[in-house]
């Protein structure tokens, strides 16, 4: 008796060891991924092997006098004053803040001159980032008023 005793006391011993060692396997197989290379492009570039996915947004220009002239503005870009400098509806300087635009479709409204400015909109909201941070959203409407 004591010889199978023995046994089942080894048996158990060595099947513990290979659990705890696969456990050890999986967890090592599972997480090794954790620090290596991201290889994501950053936040508003494609890789090189993907074609750039095509964005469609609609465009609005409101003038002081309420007249509207609309775009609808297909692109590869990511951001929305990249997609609206490309089409050259939007002209401004870089400022503390950002790009502080000037001029839109052809069309200048400087607050140090005549105490105008273009007021940015996302989907009929005043917007609470500028147009060279906001990321374009498929489908969204974007709009510069001219508003003092």
Not at 134 to 143: F, P, R
Request: proline share 3%; aromatic share 12%.
């Amino acid at each position: 008796m004591k010889k199978t005793n023995s046994f089942s006391h080894k048996f158990l011993s060595i099947t513990f060891v290979v659990l705890i060692a696969a456990i050890v396997l999986t967890s090592v197989l599972t997480f090794s991924g954790c620090g290596a290379a991201d290889t994501n492009p950053p936040a508003g570039q494609q890789s090189s092997t993907e074609a750039p996915k095509e964005l469609s947004f609609k465009f609005i220009v409101r003038l002081k006098d309420g007249t509207e002239t609309s775009f609808d503005i297909k692109t590869t870009k990511t951001i929305v004053g990249d997609a609206l400098s490309d089409e050259k509806l939007i002209e401004g300087e870089e400022g503390p803040f950002g790009l502080y635009v000037k001029k839109v479709n052809g069309v200048e409204a400087d607050f140090d001159k005549d105490g105008t400015y273009w007021a940015f909109y996302i989907n009929g909201e005043y917007a609470v980032t500028g147009v060279d941070k906001t990321k374009i959203k498929d489908g969204a409407t974007y709009m510069f008023a001219v508003e003092s």
